[in-house]
């Protein structure tokens, strides 16, 4: 069982932006920069691409519900999505508000947030899922 399956169990606890029978986004505890959100499928799969095709178009589509409302929760130009996949191997698609490019550079420095800082930002964002 991988972690991101047991924050799905809610044996670890997160910061919950969204969830329906098959996704579930949360707050990134190293986060880039704030507001930096995992979307997950509740069905392990290692790799994004060995999802079904019905599976993969569906956790797009629910991105696209998560990315709207950060775009609205923060102050940013575009919400930007990577797929890296190797630090857990549980399919994922981090989605990172950005302003600039850099942003979005896995080398930069990690954000180091508050347990308050989390619960207002997950609570903002969560706010804005449609």
Sequence with gaps: MTIFSKIIAGEIPSYKIAEDERFFA????NPLVKGHVLVVPKKEEDYIFDLDDDTLMEM?????RVA?????????????ITVIGLEVP????HLIPI????DI??????????P???EKMASVIAGHFE
Excluded at 26 to 29: H, P
Excluded at 105 to 114: G, R
């Design 99 to 102: 302003t600039k490019e850099s």
């Design 105 to 114: 550079y896995f080398n930069n420095p990690k954000k180091k947030l508050a």
């Design 60 to 64: 797009m589509v629910f991105s696209k």
């Design 90 to 93: 549980h399919a994922h698609i």
């Design 116 to 118: 308050k800082e989390f």
């Design 68 to 80: 709207k409302a950060i775009k609205k929760a923060i102050d940013c130009r575009k919400v930007g």
């Design 26 to 29: 949360f707050l990134d505890i």
